[in-house]
């Protein structure tokens, strides 16, 4: 139970840290920061639709859940941490718990953020000899992961939305 909570804690905590793209600032070819372009619109439209889509799925098996998820956009990460860039990055608490779902313009992306992903978070949550976090537990669907704090309401998502049950394991 304490993996979980402080799992959940860290998603919070990096996911608000992890945005932070501005539209103001002029693109420039120096930039240590990753940043996408979209060429395909309708891969961009078909990646936000899918986000809105499992919420929408989430509230219709439970109305008191998801009625409102938080969007954000303009997503940006330091290009050091080898991080796709995905078209949205949304929460909302669903029984209690706080999952993220990350929809890309690239289903390729979805793994490689995956992996990325966990591996941050292992090295913010596994400081020294204490371990808190042993893994990541994700709904996989076409253009989109949704990250899950434990793997039962991982399972219960995935049947809800008809996404596959995937676990990534914190590097050792």
């Known amino acids: 139970m304490v993996r979980s909570a402080l799992g959940v804690g860290v998603i919070a905590v990096t996911a608000a840290c992890s945005s932070g793209g501005s539209e103001t600032a002029p693109p420039s070819t120096s930039s240590r920061a990753t940043s996408t372009t979209v060429p395909n619109p309708d891969a961009q439209r078909a990646a936000l639709d899918e986000a809105a889509a499992i919420f929408g799925d989430l509230h219709a098996a439970k109305p008191q859940f998801c009625a409102t998820p938080s969007y954000e956009s303009n997503i940006s990460f330091p290009a050091e941490q080898h991080m796709p860039v995905p078209v949205t990055r949304a929460t909302c608490k669903y029984d209690d718990q706080v999952v993220q779902v990350v929809a890309f313009v690239n289903p ?5 953020y995956m992996v990325n992903w966990t591996q ?45 049950f995937h676990q990534e394991i914190c590097p050792s």
Not at 108 to 112: A, G, K, L, S, V
Not at 129 to 153: C, D, G, I, K, S
């Open 108 to 112: 390729d992306d979805r793994m490689t």
């Open 120 to 164: 941050r978070l292992c090295v913010l949550a596994n400081k020294g000899e204490q371990q808190f976090l042993a893994a990541t537990n994700w709904v996989v669907t076409p253009r989109a992961v949704t990250l899950v704090p434990t793997p039962p309401l991982t399972h219960t998502i995935g049947e809800i939305t008809g996404g596959q």
